[in-house]
């Protein structure tokens, strides 16, 4: 299940809560976007700071709080899926009304294909997915799948993403380093 993002940070500097990371993210949807101006949506939370990492996922039911000392974090990773594939049936689909409908009207088949390229366009912009998350001690994986939200206007790229990563390898050593 993608996530879009409702609040930002990741930074080398801790923010006023001495947080290095904080990522809010809601289920996308506008349902769930209605909801969360209700303060009764899905969330999920992933904040690091310099002595652990939380992981909070509510819904509806509840919520699970997970709360790691940040020397029992065992990895970091990110990634990004693009929905290219999917992106081209959608041009298909339109490509092949326009033909079909060709024969009687160029000017429809035309408009067909610009509206087909508008939408294949846009499913792409806003369903590429990027993924962050970290493993702990005993193997099991914490994750974030976000993607773009056109309400928000919040765009994460992977680049933004390998910086979590790094902040929260960097920290890691840190509390591994030997002390003098």
């Known amino acids: 299940m993608a996530l879009v993002i409702k609040k930002w940070y990741a930074n080398t500097k801790p923010n006023t809560e001495g947080n290095y990371v904080e990522i809010l ?6 349902i769930a976007w209605l909801l ?4 009764i949506d899905p969330t999920f939370f992933l904040q ?9 996922s509510s819904n509806f039911q509840g919520f699970k709080k997970t709360v790691l000392p940040i020397n029992h974090v065992s990895s970091s990773f990110y ?3 693009k929905p290219w594939i ?14 079909a409908i060709g024969n009687s009207s160029s000017v429809a ?7 087909g390229i508008a939408i294949t366009v846009f499913y792409y912009l806003f369903n590429k997915e990027l993924l962050v998350g970290f493993s702990d001690d005993g193997a099991n994986n914490y994750s974030l799948i976000l993607k773009r939200s056109m309400i928000e206007n919040q765009e ?6 390998g910086v979590v990563v790094d902040i929260i390898l960097t920290l890691i050593g840190e509390h591994n380093t030997p002390t003098k």
């Open 25 to 30: 993210a809601r289920e996308s949807g506008l």
């Open 36 to 39: 969360s101006l209700m303060k």
């Open 48 to 56: 690091v700071s310099f002595t652990q990492v939380t992981f909070q």
């Open 79 to 81: 990634g990004y899926h």
């Open 86 to 99: 999917k992106a081209l049936f959608v041009f298909g689909f339109f490509f092949f009304i326009a033909t």
């Open 109 to 115: 088949a035309l408009i067909t294909m610009l509206i």
């Open 156 to 161: 994460i790229t992977e680049v933004q993403m």
